[in-house]
């Protein structure tokens, strides 16, 4: 029996819908779960609280990916091609803290390949990149109706207007990372 190598990436970029649908459609990538961190509140937040803005969690899909196929540098390329991060706690219409641009390491390893990722990428941008990276936190899996969101909603308004852009910039600039 082989070991499963995995490693975990949990980030933020926006609404949860967005990212979650982009890292389903990359090689390499098991598992990815919306949810919550960053934050404090008395016991497991809610996505109501969530919207509220009152608890400071950020909405973050947590990606559980095989580093021999795809490594933490290439995710944090798609990631910051993928969403505008240089926007401060908003990502189009989905405005506050909880829609905020973050990357939440594990390890010094992920730190340090973090913000080579954002020093690299700033270059490519108009404006000053101002995703977050900070330390990870406790976790909290979003509610049933909010996990493979777009693979359960594909035609519904939102998923169509801005799920698709991202999906279709997804595949213009990491089609050779992209599951077949």
């Known amino acids: 029996m082989q070991n499963k190598i995995s490693e975990v990436a949990t980030l933020g970029g926006g609404c949860f819908?967005?990212?979650e649908a982009?890292?389903?459609?990359?090689?390499?990538?098991?598992?990815?779960?919306?949810?919550?961190?960053g934050g404090a509140a008395p016991g497991r937040p809610t996505y109501r609280e969530i919207c509220s803005g009152l608890t400071g969690h950020a909405e973050v899909v947590q990606i559980t990916y095989n580093p021999t196929i795809i490594s933490?540098?290439?995710?944090?390329?798609?990631?910051?091609?993928?969403?505008?991060?240089?926007?401060?706690n908003r990502q189009g219409a989905d405005v506050?803290?909880?829609y905020r641009s973050?990357?939440?390491?594990?390890?010094?390893?992920?730190?340090?390949v973090a913000q080579a990722v954002?020093?690299?990428i700033d270059t490519y941008f108009e404006n000053p990149v101002i995703t977050e990276i900070s330390p990870m936190g406790i976790f909290y899996n979003a509610e049933k109706d909010h996990q493979d969101y777009y693979k359960n909603n594909t035609s519904q308004g939102?998923?169509?207007?801005?799920?698709?852009?991202?999906?279709a910039r997804l595949r213009k600039l990491h089609g050779d990372k992209l599951k077949s």
Not at 102 to 112: A, F, G, H, L
Not at 158 to 167: F, H, R, T, W
């Open 17 to 19: 819908w967005c990212t």
């Open 72 to 88: 933490f540098a290439d995710i944090l390329m798609i990631f910051m091609t993928t969403h505008d991060p240089t926007t401060l």
């Open 96 to 98: 506050g803290t909880q």
């Open 22 to 37: 982009v890292f389903q459609e990359v090689k390499g990538v098991s598992l990815v779960v919306s949810g919550y961190t």
């Open 158 to 167: 939102y998923c169509q207007v801005v799920i698709n852009p991202k999906l």
């Open 102 to 112: 973050v990357i939440y390491y594990y390890n010094p390893e992920q730190q340090k």
């Open 118 to 120: 954002v020093v690299e």
